[in-house]
Structures are given as structure tokens and as C-alpha cells.
């Protein structure tokens, strides 16, 4: 018998083969997992454009672009997210941004009006739903409307945000509480009940865009450099109150500290560096990015504009745009949102009594 005949067989220690084994099924999981991701995300585009609110008509553009009320803004290399703050800030990473016009205000209620006696526009809160994007839904039901804040005194946990939510028949930007309640007085406050298609459509109209949720970020710091707040690092400089936010026990007790209730008329405070107003609290407003939670791991750096698709952990299944900016119901105790760099999500056909915008050039 030959040497070679004669050399018993190499046998695998049985970790390595474990091993093998492990990486085989793990890579099978993975490829699965994949696959199932590309064919719900391709599920969940499909179903945004069937539940999309209908298409207002074309509106005819403003003759003119006037920077009158904005501020230019020159761009360049920042800090965007945070290392403190929630797990969708992260990481914290250089982003650069080129230079852009910005308004100096959210969008007034005065400012919403002109575009609406303008065009004729009808904002999504003011539309009937449609029963065929409502399947099983009591015709009695379909009725215009929108959500409103309407904290109840019972209230003792704060695990459940729909307890201090309330859908209003009538209500919409008009009649930011319900029938009954008027803009009549709060020409200057900003506009509200506004959901992304409506922002967008003032927007084209004036000759603008949605800010990215980058450039949003980069203007809101006003020049500063990885601060937690807009104009610095203390919450309450001096004692006094920066931004129109909650005070007290949230959602039943409001101090009124900063001396609003609600919604405060712009440049109520005073201008961040860039010479912006209420880029804290106020009304969350809406930038042109679809939200995902973990964008930030493989943005571009340089004028990110966010990605291609959308997932909330919290409503699989529903696609959601980008807010920014925090609201007059931001309190420590629930929501940090006037944080620049907080991130806020929502559906683009909902608007709430806490929803806004400004435009960007």
C-alpha cells in the first residue's frame, strides 16, 4: 500500500465546523431579511400613492421671487445630530451645506391667507375623505377635519400621546380649535393644521421649497457650534425663557412661564445668529426629507436631502416626512424637541394644531 493510502483522513475540530455552519445560516437570514425589506418598502411606496390625498390643481407660480422677509444664508461644514440625544440623532457627523435663501418666520396665518384668495387652494384638513381610500369606514364619518390638542384631566401617563389627541370635525387653519374658533387676532401667528402637501403647495406657489432636513438643521444653529439649544448652552439664560415651549406638568398643567398657551406670534423671541425666528418651539415644521431612523449612519456629507424611502419603528407600514423645530407642547418632562437637533416624523397628509412650515430658495 502506497504512503498516501496509507494517511488517515483530516478531520475539522467540531468548533470550526460550528462555525461554518453558523456563518452559512447567518448569511441565509440575512439575504431573506433583505428580500423581505425590498419587497415591503416597494409595498409601502405603492400604498402611499394610493392613499395620498387627491392632487390640488396646478397652481400658477408668483410672478416675481422677492426675498422680502428671508434671510441668505452662506452655508458651509457643521455638526449635524447630536451624541446626547435620541437614537435617530446619531451619529454625530460633519455635514456641508451650499448657501440658501430661508425665511426669517414660519408661514403666518396673514402670509397662508394671501396664497388661499390667491389660488383657491383647499388644504387637505378642509377636504371630505375619500370612502374608496377608507375601506369600511361609516359614511357619517368621512367628515373634513383635523387633529387638535385637547389635554383631559384624568391624565396620568404619558406612555399613550393619542389621550391628549383629538380628531375635530371643521377643524382646519381657519379654525385652528374646532367650529367656533377664529385667526381673527393671530394674523401673525404661525399657520397650523397644515400637513406636507399643503406646506409644499404654498411653497411652489411663493417660488420656494421645503427646506432639506440639513439645511434646516445648519440654520438653526445660527452659527453656533454643538450647542443642545439655538442660542447656546443654558436652557434659561438670565431666567428668561428663549422659546415658546411647554412649562409645568405636561399635558394637563401648563405655567405659562413663557406667557403662551399655544401658538405665540412670530419674533415673539429673540433671532438665533443667523437673524431666524422661532427655529425653537412654537410649531414643528416640515422639511422636504422622507424619514428614516437611521439615515444618519450613510448620509451623503454634502447636501444630504435625505433618502429614498421611509420607516417609523412606531408605525410600520406608514411613510412619514421629516419635522423639525419642537412646539409650544415641548416640555422636558415628554418631548426635548426645540433641541436643533431633534427629529420629529409624521405623515404627509396629516396636519395637527401644532404643524407648520417655512420656505427655503
Not at 415673539?268 to 426629507?289: F, H, I, K, Q, T
Request: proline share 8%.
Amino acid at each position: 500500500m502506497s504512503e498516501s493510502a496509507q494517511q488517515p483522513k483530516r478531520k475539522w475540530p467540531w468548533f470550526v465546523l460550528a462555525a461554518v455552519i453558523i456563518f452559512l445560516i447567518s448569511n441565509a437570514f440575512w439575504i431573506y431579511r433583505e428580500v423581505r425589506r425590498v419587497k415591503w418598502m416597494k409595498s409601502l411606496r405603492e400604498t402611499n400613492a394610493v392613499f395620498s390625498p387627491t392632487p390640488a390643481p396646478q397652481l400658477a407660480v408668483t410672478n416675481a421671487f422677492s426675498t422680502n422677509g428671508m434671510v441668505w444664508i452662506a452655508g458651509g461644514t457643521f455638526w449635524m445630530g447630536s451624541e446626547e440625544g435620541q437614537p435617530d440623532e446619531k451619529p454625530l457627523h460633519e455635514v456641508t451645506v451650499d448657501g440658501f435663501w430661508i425665511d426669517a418666520t414660519e408661514v403666518t396665518n396673514e402670509q397662508f391667507e394671501k396664497f388661499v384668495r390667491a389660488t383657491g387652494y383647499v388644504t387637505v384638513a378642509e377636504r371630505k375623505p375619500d370612502a374608496s381610500q377608507y375601506p369600511g369606514v361609516p359614511p357619517e364619518k368621512l367628515v373634513a377635519g383635523s387633529i387638535v390638542f385637547k389635554p383631559r384631566p384624568d391624565i396620568t401617563s404619558l406612555d399613550d400621546h393619542f389621550q391628549w389627541w383629538e380628531y375635530v370635525p371643521g377643524a382646519n387653519w381657519r379654525q385652528p380649535e374646532g367650529p367656533g374658533s377664529t385667526i381673527v387676532g393671530r394674523e401673525q401667528h404661525p399657520v397650523v393644521h397644515v400637513c406636507w402637501y399643503d406646506a409644499k403647495a404654498y411653497c411652489e406657489w411663493a417660488g420656494k421649497r421645503l427646506p432639506t432636513e440639513a439645511e434646516w438643521e445648519f440654520a438653526s444653529r445660527g452659527g453656533l457650534v454643538r450647542q443642545p439649544y439655538t442660542w447656546g448652552a443654558e436652557q434659561v439664560p438670565s431666567g428668561k425663557w428663549q422659546a415658546n415651549i411647554w412649562q409645568g406638568q405636561f399635558p394637563n398643567e401648563n405655567t405659562q412661564a413663557d406667557q403662551f398657551r399655544g401658538t405665540a406670534p412670530v419674533k415673539s423671541y429673540a433671532a438665533n445668529g443667523y437673524g431666524l425666528y422661532d427655529m425653537a418651539g412654537n410649531v414643528w415644521e416640515w422639511c422636504g426629507d422622507w424619514y428614516m431612523p437611521d439615515y444618519y449612519g450613510n448620509a451623503p456629507r454634502k447636501n444630504p436631502a435625505g433618502p429614498n424611502e421611509s420607516f417609523d419603528p412606531n408605525e410600520p407600514g406608514v411613510m412619514k416626512r421629516v419635522q423639525r423645530g419642537g412646539s409650544y407642547l415641548c416640555s422636558d418632562l415628554y418631548c426635548m424637541g426645540y433641541r436643533p437637533s431633534a427629529r420629529m416624523k409624521a405623515s404627509p397628509d396629516t396636519g395637527l394644531s401644532h404643524s407648520g412650515f417655512r420656505g427655503v430658495r
